[in-house]
């Protein structure tokens, strides 16, 4: 509780008190009341930016849990590399954002990045793109990079749900003459909701607040197609160094999130119970 109230509550609270001041980091802190807040309603930039994190998180989530879903079921099935690859899907995630970024943005080069080549060697030139530089493209990367990092930590808590259905059930699935397929959506989907709502949650709640990789990859650019309301809140922050109006973007992300994750849990959870 200690740990708590130190490092969660009385960090909240004085953001909460700091998104009604002019902060500037250092001097005097002027109350300005609700002028920080009324900005944010009325600008269509911010509007725009919570657009790309829901339009990202949206895209991360639906691709990387139906990925990390198709890998747990196939790995399920083959045992003798399952701990083999798991460990190597698992991997990504565990690796830096600053790595991962700098690494997909040198695939993504227009000039000698590892996509461009690999089209060119196929003789696809005519889909080389500038991939990062293109407003209809660039937003798809980074969801590709992210994609790429976590569908290992997805498969690895859907693995786990696959773990935990019991070896009568498939059984008895298998004595009625229930085809792989069959099996897997009638009997384990089902009793995967569980795993399915820790994954939606928690990928939905991580992907919202991205910032690391449309920083280091685009830095919001090109046109602010990559532009997050994480990144806006970064660069009022420690780019113009409006602490006040910084801290009530972050009020205003937090309450998105837990409104959403709110109501999707709660669905979620419905759905387990009639399961």
Known sequence: ???MVVFFLYPIFLSIQMSFTDFKGVGVANDVGFKNYERIFSRDRYFDALGVSFSFSFIVVTVQNLLGLFFAAVLYR???IRNFSRAALFTPSMMSFVVVGYVWQFIYSPFNGGLNAILSTLGLEMLQRPWLNDPSTALFA????HIWMFTGYSCAIFLAGFANISKDIQEAGRLDGASSWQR???LELPLLAPSITINIVLATIGTLKTF???FIMTGGGPAGATRTLSL??????FGQYKFGFASSLSIVMSV???TV????????RARENNV
């Open 1 to 3: 509780m200690i740990v």
């Open 78 to 80: 083959l045992p003798a």
């Open 142 to 145: 980074i969801t590709a990079a």
């Open 184 to 186: 897997f959506r009638f």
């Open 212 to 214: 690391e990789l449309p």
């Open 232 to 237: 806006e809140i970064m660069n009022n922050l």
């Open 256 to 258: 998105v999130i837990v």
């Open 261 to 268: 994750v709110f109501f999707m849990n709660r669905f979620l």
